[in-house]
């Protein structure tokens, strides 16, 4: 079961590795984007980092506002993407205290919903969407299992990888880099490698 | 890195104030929200025209804010769209009761966030939003695979014309249909020679080496489809008016506006070079010129290249195109 201040310790660290890792995000921007995805993540979960010491009624609360904060100020096409993420994760905690694995299971896929809804994306995009499907998957399969929270978590943050990983040979189809065409093969997608790291980041906070 | 900043964060913020205070007459700069406004906003009566992008792309979008153009420009960082709010603050700061037209350039980020702005708008404060994607860009194939052409030179060109009419008093349909008419009836092709730096990421986005140039980029420092072996200047313009010939909607001898724009790191000398070629190319093919823009309007901080727009024109698209405007990008007739 997760309280709400695991939630805290989540985007918590989430701002910690998004300012370690903006650098190796940016790169991977540079290569077939515009080179913003690491600055723009950094920016982002810094203000969300800034909302931790408020009191929030809710985890649900907390979730919504640091999904809107996202919003306003990550820009580009991840900010609407991952403040979408944690505006809909919210919808399905609302008014839980202790999260358990099954509830925090429903708040992901609404959130991953979310973000092919707002994205449009399809699997195989060469996405953030290639890192969310799997890891919702391998989630939902560990719980069906029995795991806790920090296992399905472990299970979903491994899936992602493999799905980031998997999107290296690809041609992108949407996004910036679906202006390189054939070109776009060869890099791993920016936002599949931030994905796979907020996912990290929950293994390793929520519990 | 070396770059004329303080702070590669504040660079934004500070560009900002810096043009607030050139053009205290003029303009009015809300540096929380960032976003430029006309000085007399909200007009009313007047249809209210917003855009706004990324920085780094100057004059555009702050510079075209005035008489004629637009009422409010949303800053978003450099290279990065703005968000949501920064659209909801100026779409309710300039509506003078006769709605507000967003003008917005065919990138994801840009698309998504003026759409979650237009959501959050209509569900809001009921302002009546009309929305225009431009998307001129012949480099993209346009098909289901890609996220769509990009809006390149044409949104300049669309936030002169729509920006007349709007002026003249229009109503936001008639506005937002001439600014659909506009849209379709532009193609652009851009090209690199070398790599701008954004000051966040403090190198260049790509290398070139000195003997290649990149064929087809965006607005955005991304590397174009294709990396092709330096050419003179002839054979250039060639390789960007081809495409962009071949592609556009024109009635036979029907006139373009031809847009020669620098993307920051080319001299004038090179630009009007160009457009001298390009009027070779267009008067072997038998497109008249009906009015040209060359200079540096729509750039990537200081990368050197350059793209070029045509925009096949009926009289009233002329007219427009001609009336007063007085902005600290584009100024004439005043």
Known sequence: ?207 | MKKLINDPNDVVVEALTGLAAAHPDHLRVDLTDKVVYRKDSPVQGKVGLVSGGGSGHEPMHGGFVGLGMLDAACAGEVFTSPVPDQMMAATKAVDGGAGVLHIVKNYTGDVMNFEMAAELADADSGIDVRTVVTQDDVAVKDSLYTAGRRGVGVTVLLEKIVGAAAEAGRPLAEVADLATRVSESGRSMGLALTSCTVPTAGKPTFALADDEFELGIGIHGEPGRERKPMAPARELAEQLLEPVLADLPRADGQPVIAFVNGMGGTPLLELYLMFNEVTQILDKAGVPIARSLVGSYITSLEMAGCSVTLLAVDDDMIGLWDAPVNTPGLRWGV
């Open chain 1, 1 to 207: 079961m997760a309280t709400q201040q695991r939630f805290v310790d989540w985007l918590g660290d989430l701002a910690e590795v998004m300012a370690r890792e903006q650098g190796a995000l940016t790169d991977l921007d540079s290569a077939i984007g515009d080179a913003d995805h690491g600055s723009n993540m950094a920016r982002g979960t810094a203000a969300v980092a800034d909302l931790l010491d408020d009191e929030f009624a809710d985890t649900a609360t907390l979730l919504k506002k640091a999904g809107m904060t996202l919003v306003s100020t990550v820009g580009g096409a991840s900010g609407p993407l991952y403040g979408t993420f944690f505006m809909r994760m919210a919808g399905p905690l609302a008014g839980i205290e202790d999260v358990s694995a099954a509830e925090l299971g429903a708040a992901l896929r609404a959130g991953v919903e979310g973000v092919q809804q707002r994205g449009k994306a399809e699997p195989g995009d060469k996405t953030m969407y290639d890192a969310w499907l799997p890891a919702l998957e391998a989630y939902d399969a560990a719980v069906a299992a029995d795991a806790d929270i920090a296992a399905a978590l472990e299970a979903a943050a491994t899936a992602a990888a493999q799905g980031r990983d998997a999107t290296e040979p690809w041609v992108a189809k949407k996004g910036r880099a679906s202006y390189l065409g054939e070109r776009s093969a060869g890099h791993i997608d920016p936002g599949a490698a931030s994905t796979t790291l907020l996912l990290e980041s929950a293994a390793r906070t929520l519990r």
